[in-house]
């Protein structure tokens, strides 16, 4: 399950230039971006997007529904995914909040806490974008409510802990038969404070895989075509130690989980500026794997359907380097299209 990872800026730097000739006008970008405000800014995309619409015609309304795909429907039932919604409700821990999330989130709420290029997410003229990461809003959220408690309390340890179900839309052209520019993520925040010896990390991220885990296995049961799965998990600079987890959390997981290979993963670079500490992935194989490597081919990967860590956004947005949040996501448009 691909995450929106940090990377560079995309380079515009021809398009632009060919615009800025284009229109005649100097410094462009700078006056929209920089001279005027937020609001101002809305009203005149609004008003220039407002005569696009009207100047459209029901032909060329065909034509950009075929072309973009964005605005497809998904190719899994709908019956599917909300049996799995349903049955991933069932499971969540004791504790779960539950949220049905606004299909947008404030501008830049992706960018400004991971640095991911904005040029992946899908932004609107009213100062919003569409939801790209559910746990992104779930973070705001997770934010907003520890705020509240460390004003009563200014050490206050409670944990938020909240999951959502949403579909999310990514700008960035992906390659293959498995990535889609729009899907559905089942996904998961605990927001609480530092405890020392990374008792809320390793707890917390038992809880979280125990979860990915347990949904597997009961999707199994429902039909789904999963056979081997595998939770590699990554000590990251700053992390405890390696004979640590495997203590707390790998020895637990797989007493509870025999099944189930866990390891430590020493070689994952994916998500190493993204994730804080620990993260972890959840690997399945598939029926097309497994036919893959009945016919010889070696090379066959395992297919991804989940993914997690530890962040720092909200000691970004609280203010406080006592702040931690682990969040998780698993792909539900995968796991659906597995029965």
Known sequence: MARCTPSSTCDVSGPLDRI??????????????DRLGATDLQSLLLEVYRRRAQAGRPGELMERYAKSRFARPSGVPAARLVEL?????????????????????????????????QNRIVSTVRNTEVAADSTNAMALECAERRRERLAVDPKSSATVKLAASQRLVRAQQMEGARHFAHFRLFGLCTAGRDTGAFEFELTQLVEHVGFHVRLLEAWCDRGAELGRVRVPITVLDGGPAEDHVVARAIEPLSAAHPDVEFSLDATREQGRNYYASLCFKVYAESQDVKDAKEAGDQKTDLLEVGDGGLTDWTQQLVGSRKERLLISGIGSERLAGLV
């Open 20 to 33: 800025l000739r284009k229109t005649g006008v100097p410094g462009l970008v700078e006056i929209l971006s």
């Open 85 to 117: 919604d349903a049955l991933a409700l069932s499971l969540l821990p004791e504790g779960f909040e539950a949220l049905d999330l606004s299909p947008v989130a404030p501008l830049g709420a992706t960018a400004i806490v991971t640095g991911t290029s």
